[in-house]
C-alpha cells in the first residue's frame, strides 16, 4: 500500500481514471457525491458494466453541488444537465444501496471486466471535487492506494 497525498499527480482522480474502462466495474463506498465530480469521469463512467455505490441515509447531505471550491463549476450552468447525465448512470448502471449509519471514509475498489480487483483506494475522501484532488482539499486527509492487484 501507498499513501496518497491527493495533490499535484498523485491524486485520487489520477489513480482511478485509467481504470474506468469500457467493460470495467467499479465499487465505490462515498459520505458525499458532488455532481461535479461525476461530470469529470462521466464519460467514463457510462462505459463501466457495472457499478455498486454506498451511500449515507437519506437525511444525510450529499453535497451534490459541491464545496465553495466548486463555484467556478456552478457558475456555467450545467448542474441540470449534470444532474440528467448522473440520473441516467444511475438507473441504467448502479446497484445502490443506503448505508444505516455514516459512511465515515471514502473506499473505492476497481475491477476488470473479469470482476478481478485492479486497483483499490481507502481513506478520508469522498466522491466530490476536493475528495478526489480536483479542487483542493484537506492536506492532512490520510489516503491509502494498493499497489498491486493481490492487496
Not at 457495472?50 to 451511500?55: D, E, I, S, Y
Request: charged share 25%.
Amino acid at each position: 500500500m501507498k499513501l496518497v497525498s491527493n495533490t499535484g499527480k498523485e491524486r485520487v482522480i489520477d489513480l482511478i481514471r485509467p481504470l474506468l474502462k469500457r467493460g470495467h466495474q467499479i465499487d465505490m463506498a462515498t459520505p458525499e457525491f458532488s455532481l461535479f465530480a461525476f461530470a469529470e469521469v462521466a464519460a467514463a463512467m457510462s462505459g463501466l458494466k457495472k457499478a455498486r455505490l454506498v451511500l449515507p441515509p437519506e437525511e444525510d447531505h450529499l453535497a451534490l453541488l459541491g464545496s465553495s471550491a466548486d463555484r467556478a463549476a456552478r457558475n456555467r450552468l450545467q448542474t441540470h444537465w449534470h444532474a440528467r447525465r448522473c440520473a441516467e448512470w444511475l438507473s441504467e448502471k448502479v446497484e445502490l444501496r443506503r448505508a444505516t449509519g455514516a459512511v465515515p471514509q471514502g473506499a473505492v475498489v476497481l475491477r476488470d471486466g473479469e470482476a478481478q480487483p485492479q486497483q483499490g483506494v481507502l481513506g478520508s475522501f469522498a466522491f466530490t471535487t476536493d475528495g478526489l484532488g480536483i479542487t483542493p482539499g484537506n492536506p492532512l486527509s490520510l489516503i491509502q492506494a494498493s499497489e498491486t492487484s493481490d492487496e
